[in-house]
């Protein structure tokens, strides 16, 4: 841990800095840099840090995040896609417990990140541009390195991770999170807490990371496949979704063993009901 060495969660320090760097937020890296300090250090706590606590963060941008990080855990490691923000924070934060890697999320692999195999915690404000992708990289890859993921992203992509079965935002994002994590959304952050302000309200959603998925699976792959399959085409029922993998013949064994309607859509079923429909259709 460190006493924070500078703190850019201020408008004019953080205009400076930008005009020093010659840089200024990217639209294509969904930069919107978040300099509310309370919402910062709300996100901390949310984390619930200790100070043995190894932490990956993602899009550290200025840092606002970063110090209030390294000032409660004792290991740090930033990803960090923008070249001068990522050269900026390196010369900054010179300390023993502060790693930044220059180079995009999707694409760092986990040994290049020097943080420990199991047990880590992330606390990210994710760049909205890719915060899809890497919430799937997170939770579906990443996964078995965490213990939890506490994450600032845009209010609908909440929704649509919290969802429960039939409702509006329930989908395959929703299915992921409740299958492998414990999913809550905490609190909401306005955008004019944002240099630049988004155009949409954001909310820190904390995930505790489940070491086993939360249900019994006969087959992920052959889950999945349902899943997907189930989703494909939202507005038709499964009776139309399912028959990429079974014919005819067999869906209708498969809805009779399972006393599912075939007349039903994918966003009505329950995470439970996909693993009854693909253990029916491949006879597990």
Same mark, same amino acid.
């Given at each position: 841990?460190?006493?924070?060495?500078?703190?850019?969660?201020?408008?004019?320090?953080?205009?400076?800095?930008?005009?020093?760097?010659?840089?200024?937020?990217?639209?294509?890296?969904?930069?919107?840099?978040?300099?509310?300090?309370? $919402? &910062? /250090?709300?996100?901390?706590?949310?984390?619930?840090?200790?100070? %043995?606590?190894?932490?990956?963060?993602?899009? +550290?941008? *200025?840092?606002?995040?970063?110090?209030?990080?390294?000032?409660?855990?004792?290991?740090?490691?930033?990803?960090?896609?923008?070249?001068?923000?990522?050269?900026?924070?390196?010369?900054?934060?010179?300390?023993?417990?502060?790693?930044?890697?220059?180079?995009?999320?999707?694409?760092?692999?986990?040994? $290049? &990140? /020097?943080?420990?195999?199991?047990?880590?915690?992330?606390?990210? %404000?994710?760049?909205?541009?890719?915060?899809? +992708?890497? *919430?799937?990289?997170?939770?579906?890859?990443?996964?078995?390195?965490?213990?939890?993921?506490?994450?600032?992203?845009?209010?609908?992509?909440?929704?649509?991770?919290?969802?429960?079965?039939?409702?509006?935002?329930?989908?395959?994002?929703?299915?992921?999170?409740?299958?492998?994590?414990?999913?809550?959304?905490?609190?909401?952050?306005?955008?004019?807490?944002?240099?630049?302000?988004?155009?949409?309200?954001?909310?820190?959603?904390?995930?505790?990371?489940?070491?086993?998925?939360?249900?019994?699976?006969?087959?992920?792959?052959?889950?999945?496949?349902?899943?997907?399959?189930?989703?494909?085409?939202?507005?038709?029922?499964?009776?139309?979704?399912?028959?990429?993998?079974?014919?005819?013949?067999?869906?209708?064994?498969?809805?009779?063993?399972?006393?599912?309607?075939?007349?039903?859509?994918?966003?009505?079923?329950?995470?439970?009901?996909?693993?009854?429909?693909?253990?029916?259709?491949?006879?597990?």
């Amino acid at each position: 841990m460190i006493s924070l060495p500078f703190d850019p969660a201020d408008y004019a320090v953080a205009r400076s800095t930008m005009g020093s760097l010659g840089a200024m937020p990217k639209k294509t890296l969904g930069q919107n840099f978040l300099l509310d300090k309370e $919402a &910062l /250090d709300a996100i901390c706590d949310t984390a619930q840090l200790a100070p %043995n606590d190894s932490v990956l963060e993602i899009g +550290p941008g *200025l840092g606002a995040l970063t110090v209030r990080l390294l000032a409660r855990t004792e290991r740090v490691t930033s990803i960090e896609k923008d070249t001068k923000f990522a050269a900026f924070l390196t010369k900054k934060l010179k300390s023993d417990s502060f790693k930044l890697l220059e180079g995009d999320a999707l694409d760092v692999p986990w040994s $290049a &990140l /020097d943080l420990p195999e199991q047990n880590v915690k992330m606390v990210a %404000n994710l760049p909205y541009s890719i915060s899809k +992708p890497v *919430l799937r990289r997170i939770i579906e890859e990443w996964r078995p390195h965490l213990s939890s993921a506490t994450v600032l992203v845009q209010r609908e992509v909440a929704f649509r991770l919290t969802a429960p079965a039939d409702t509006e935002h329930y989908g395959p994002m929703s299915v992921m999170a409740q299958l492998y994590t414990r999913a809550n959304m905490v609190f909401d952050i306005a955008p004019e807490a944002f240099l630049p302000p988004p155009k949409v309200t954001s909310t820190v959603v904390h995930f505790e990371m489940l070491s086993v998925p939360s249900i019994e699976l006969a087959s992920e792959t052959r889950f999945w496949a349902t899943v997907r399959a189930a989703f494909g085409q939202r507005r038709k029922n499964l009776g139309n979704t399912l028959k990429p993998l079974a014919s005819r013949e067999k869906l209708a064994q498969v809805f009779e063993q399972t006393t599912i309607d075939p007349k039903r859509r994918g966003e009505t079923l329950s995470i439970q009901e996909f693993e009854l429909l693909a253990r029916a259709i491949w006879n597990d």
